[in-house]
Protein backbone atom coordinates (compact mmCIF):
# COMPACT_ATOMS: atom_id res chain seq x y z
CA UNK A 1 0.00 0.00 0.00
CA UNK A 2 2.31 2.30 0.80
CA UNK A 3 4.10 1.90 -2.19
CA UNK A 4 1.18 2.63 -4.34
CA UNK A 5 0.83 5.72 -2.13
CA UNK A 6 4.23 6.76 -3.16
CA UNK A 7 3.81 5.68 -6.37
CA UNK A 8 0.84 8.12 -7.03
CA UNK A 9 2.40 11.36 -4.85
CA UNK A 10 5.38 11.05 -7.68
CA UNK A 11 2.90 10.54 -10.89
CA UNK A 12 1.23 13.51 -9.09
CA UNK A 13 4.39 15.52 -8.57
CA UNK A 14 5.47 15.09 -12.25
CA UNK A 15 2.15 16.20 -13.25
CA UNK A 16 2.63 19.32 -11.52
CA UNK A 17 5.53 19.96 -12.91
CA UNK A 18 4.65 19.27 -16.60
CA UNK A 19 1.53 21.74 -16.12
CA UNK A 20 4.11 24.41 -14.82
CA UNK A 21 6.81 23.96 -17.20
CA UNK A 22 9.19 21.54 -15.53
CA UNK A 23 9.06 24.11 -12.37
CA UNK A 24 10.69 26.55 -14.47
CA UNK A 25 9.19 30.11 -14.58
CA UNK A 26 7.62 31.64 -17.80
CA UNK A 27 10.56 32.97 -19.86
CA UNK A 28 10.45 36.77 -19.94
CA UNK A 29 7.61 37.32 -17.55
CA UNK A 30 9.21 39.91 -15.11
CA UNK A 31 8.26 42.65 -12.93
CA UNK A 32 10.80 45.60 -12.22
CA UNK A 33 10.75 46.84 -8.71
CA UNK A 34 12.12 50.47 -7.27
CA UNK A 35 11.48 53.08 -4.35
CA UNK A 36 11.41 56.80 -4.09
CA UNK A 37 10.77 59.78 -2.05
CA UNK A 38 8.15 63.00 -2.35
CA UNK A 39 6.93 65.69 -0.69
CA UNK A 40 3.12 65.56 -0.70
CA UNK A 41 2.36 68.43 1.26
CA UNK A 42 2.51 72.22 0.91
CA UNK A 43 6.07 73.35 1.43
CA UNK A 44 6.48 75.61 4.99
CA UNK A 45 7.08 79.28 3.66
CA UNK A 46 9.90 80.18 4.10
CA UNK A 47 10.89 76.12 2.79
CA UNK A 48 14.71 75.04 2.93
CA UNK A 49 15.94 71.39 2.69
CA UNK A 50 13.62 68.52 4.65
CA UNK A 51 10.98 70.87 6.38
CA UNK A 52 7.95 69.91 7.38
CA UNK A 53 4.55 70.32 9.24
CA UNK A 54 3.06 67.73 10.69
CA UNK A 55 -0.32 66.42 11.29
CA UNK A 56 -0.86 68.40 14.30
CA UNK A 57 0.66 71.15 13.75
CA UNK A 58 4.59 70.80 14.85
CA UNK A 59 7.54 71.98 12.41
CA UNK A 60 10.51 69.94 12.09
CA UNK A 61 13.56 69.49 10.36
CA UNK A 62 15.27 66.28 8.91
CA UNK A 63 19.14 66.32 9.12
CA UNK A 64 19.01 62.17 8.21
CA UNK A 65 16.58 59.54 7.81
CA UNK A 66 17.81 55.86 7.00
CA UNK A 67 15.27 52.64 7.03
CA UNK A 68 15.60 49.18 6.10
CA UNK A 69 12.88 47.72 3.71
CA UNK A 70 13.17 43.98 4.43
CA UNK A 71 11.09 42.22 1.70
CA UNK A 72 8.26 42.87 -1.51
CA UNK A 73 5.84 40.39 -2.05
CA UNK A 74 3.13 40.42 -4.33
CA UNK A 75 -0.30 39.46 -3.43
CA UNK A 76 -2.60 37.80 -6.22
CA UNK A 77 -6.43 39.60 -6.78
CA UNK A 78 -8.39 36.52 -6.39
CA UNK A 79 -8.30 34.14 -3.34
CA UNK A 80 -7.74 31.12 -5.91
CA UNK A 81 -4.57 32.89 -7.01
CA UNK A 82 -3.17 32.37 -3.39
CA UNK A 83 -3.18 28.26 -4.26
CA UNK A 84 -1.90 28.53 -7.37
CA UNK A 85 0.79 31.23 -6.56
CA UNK A 86 2.02 29.16 -3.45
CA UNK A 87 2.24 26.04 -6.00
CA UNK A 88 4.21 28.01 -7.99
CA UNK A 89 6.54 29.14 -5.62
CA UNK A 90 6.89 25.75 -4.53
CA UNK A 91 7.87 24.50 -7.73
CA UNK A 92 9.90 27.71 -9.12
CA UNK A 93 13.64 26.98 -8.19
CA UNK A 94 14.04 30.60 -7.06
CA UNK A 95 14.00 29.91 -3.82
CA UNK A 96 17.00 32.23 -1.81
CA UNK A 97 17.65 32.59 2.22
CA UNK A 98 18.50 36.19 2.50
CA UNK A 99 18.47 38.30 5.89
CA UNK A 100 15.01 37.94 7.75
CA UNK A 101 12.82 36.16 4.56
CA UNK A 102 13.41 33.93 1.31
CA UNK A 103 13.27 34.93 -2.06
CA UNK A 104 10.73 33.61 -4.13
CA UNK A 105 8.64 34.11 -7.75
CA UNK A 106 6.61 36.71 -5.86
CA UNK A 107 8.61 37.64 -3.05
CA UNK A 108 12.02 39.91 -3.29
CA UNK A 109 13.70 39.03 0.27
CA UNK A 110 16.46 41.35 0.01
CA UNK A 111 16.67 43.96 2.57
CA UNK A 112 17.78 47.49 1.77
CA UNK A 113 18.69 50.30 4.13
CA UNK A 114 17.34 52.87 2.34
CA UNK A 115 19.01 57.03 2.66
CA UNK A 116 16.84 59.94 2.31
CA UNK A 117 19.13 62.02 -0.07
CA UNK A 118 18.96 65.87 -0.95
CA UNK A 119 16.59 65.32 -4.03
CA UNK A 120 13.52 63.75 -4.17
CA UNK A 121 12.40 61.69 -7.27
CA UNK A 122 15.81 59.32 -7.73
CA UNK A 123 14.75 55.92 -7.97
CA UNK A 124 16.23 53.01 -5.94
CA UNK A 125 16.11 49.50 -7.64
CA UNK A 126 14.97 46.90 -5.18
CA UNK A 127 15.18 44.29 -7.67
CA UNK A 128 12.97 41.82 -10.17
CA UNK A 129 10.52 39.54 -10.01
CA UNK A 130 9.74 36.39 -11.85
CA UNK A 131 5.90 36.06 -10.55
CA UNK A 132 3.84 33.70 -12.83
CA UNK A 133 0.67 34.91 -14.63
CA UNK A 134 -1.99 36.93 -13.26
CA UNK A 135 -3.19 39.43 -11.56
CA UNK A 136 -1.52 41.24 -8.60
CA UNK A 137 -3.39 43.90 -6.97
CA UNK A 138 -0.89 45.09 -3.83
CA UNK A 139 2.19 44.75 -2.60
CA UNK A 140 3.46 44.38 1.17
CA UNK A 141 6.12 46.59 2.09
CA UNK A 142 7.70 45.11 5.41
CA UNK A 143 10.12 47.27 7.19
CA UNK A 144 12.50 45.59 9.56
CA UNK A 145 15.79 45.77 11.17
CA UNK A 146 18.79 45.07 8.94
CA UNK A 147 21.81 42.50 9.30
CA UNK A 148 24.98 42.54 7.40
CA UNK A 149 23.85 40.97 4.42
CA UNK A 150 21.39 44.05 4.02
CA UNK A 151 22.29 46.27 0.30
CA UNK A 152 23.43 49.87 1.30
CA UNK A 153 25.60 48.97 4.26
CA UNK A 154 28.66 49.92 1.96
CA UNK A 155 27.16 53.57 1.97
CA UNK A 156 29.17 55.49 4.51
CA UNK A 157 25.64 56.80 5.71
CA UNK A 158 23.94 53.61 6.24
CA UNK A 159 26.78 51.70 7.90
CA UNK A 160 25.34 51.93 11.07
CA UNK A 161 21.93 50.56 10.71
CA UNK A 162 22.83 46.74 11.29
CA UNK A 163 20.30 45.68 13.82
CA UNK A 164 17.98 48.87 13.21
CA UNK A 165 14.88 49.32 10.70
CA UNK A 166 14.94 52.62 11.02
CA UNK A 167 17.13 56.41 12.20
CA UNK A 168 15.58 59.48 12.12
CA UNK A 169 17.44 63.17 13.63
CA UNK A 170 16.36 66.66 13.16
CA UNK A 171 15.63 69.21 14.72
CA UNK A 172 11.97 70.65 16.33
CA UNK A 173 11.15 74.09 15.93
CA UNK A 174 9.59 75.30 19.11
CA UNK A 175 9.36 78.62 20.79
CA UNK A 176 12.98 78.56 22.27
CA UNK A 177 14.40 77.79 19.36
CA UNK A 178 15.32 74.60 17.60
CA UNK A 179 15.27 71.15 19.79
CA UNK A 180 17.40 68.23 18.23
CA UNK A 181 16.01 64.60 18.23
CA UNK A 182 17.37 61.19 17.25
CA UNK A 183 14.93 58.13 16.75
CA UNK A 184 15.96 55.02 16.04
CA UNK A 185 13.70 52.00 16.06
CA UNK A 186 14.50 47.97 16.27
CA UNK A 187 10.73 47.24 15.25
CA UNK A 188 8.80 45.31 12.08
CA UNK A 189 6.00 47.13 10.01
CA UNK A 190 4.07 45.91 7.16
CA UNK A 191 1.63 48.20 4.95
CA UNK A 192 0.49 46.64 1.47
CA UNK A 193 0.34 49.00 -1.36
CA UNK A 194 -2.28 48.49 -4.34
CA UNK A 195 -0.79 48.14 -7.56
CA UNK A 196 -3.84 49.08 -9.53
CA UNK A 197 -4.40 45.48 -10.44
CA UNK A 198 -1.49 45.09 -12.31
CA UNK A 199 -1.49 42.05 -14.73
CA UNK A 200 1.09 40.35 -16.33
CA UNK A 201 0.12 37.80 -19.20
CA UNK A 202 1.35 36.55 -22.29
CA UNK A 203 0.52 39.94 -23.92
CA UNK A 204 1.62 42.26 -21.32
CA UNK A 205 4.85 40.13 -20.07
CA UNK A 206 6.71 42.89 -18.58
CA UNK A 207 6.04 45.93 -16.32
CA UNK A 208 7.98 48.41 -14.15
CA UNK A 209 6.39 49.54 -10.46
CA UNK A 210 7.78 52.26 -8.26
CA UNK A 211 6.54 53.09 -4.80
CA UNK A 212 6.68 56.41 -3.52
CA UNK A 213 7.14 57.04 0.37
CA UNK A 214 6.10 60.88 1.70
CA UNK A 215 8.54 62.04 3.98
CA UNK A 216 6.85 64.96 4.89
CA UNK A 217 4.44 62.21 6.95
CA UNK A 218 7.05 60.51 9.16
CA UNK A 219 6.68 62.64 12.03
CA UNK A 220 3.01 62.54 11.92
CA UNK A 221 1.37 62.61 15.24
CA UNK A 222 3.90 65.18 16.84
CA UNK A 223 2.18 68.21 18.22
CA UNK A 224 3.88 71.52 18.64
CA UNK A 225 6.30 71.11 22.11
CA UNK A 226 6.03 67.36 21.62
CA UNK A 227 8.90 64.88 21.13
CA UNK A 228 9.52 63.02 18.31
CA UNK A 229 10.35 59.76 20.45
CA UNK A 230 7.22 59.13 21.61
CA UNK A 231 6.21 58.96 17.71
CA UNK A 232 5.51 55.45 16.06
CA UNK A 233 8.01 56.89 13.09
CA UNK A 234 8.49 53.00 11.52
CA UNK A 235 4.81 52.97 11.28
CA UNK A 236 4.24 56.34 9.85
CA UNK A 237 7.09 55.80 7.51
CA UNK A 238 5.17 52.53 6.52
CA UNK A 239 1.90 54.38 6.25
CA UNK A 240 3.56 56.67 3.92
CA UNK A 241 3.99 54.39 0.92
CA UNK A 242 1.91 54.33 -2.34
CA UNK A 243 2.74 53.84 -5.87
CA UNK A 244 4.06 56.06 -7.86
CA UNK A 245 1.27 57.29 -10.73
CA UNK A 246 3.78 57.11 -13.16
CA UNK A 247 5.53 53.95 -12.44
CA UNK A 248 5.28 52.49 -16.21
CA UNK A 249 8.42 53.33 -18.08
Known sequence: MASVVKSLASSTALLLLAACGGGERIEGMSLSLGITTARTRSAPVPSSGRTLVTDAGAEATLSGARFTLGSVELLPCESTGWRWQRLWDALSPVGTAWAHTVSSATRLGTPHVITLRDRDGEVLPLGELRPAPGRYCRARLTFEPADDDAVGLSDAQGSDMVGLS???????????GATPFDVKARGRSSVDVSLDGLELSEDAPRATRVFTLAWDSWLDGLAPGGSPGNLDVLGNVARSASLQTSAEP
Do not use: E, F, N
Open 166 to 176: LHVSGTVAGAD
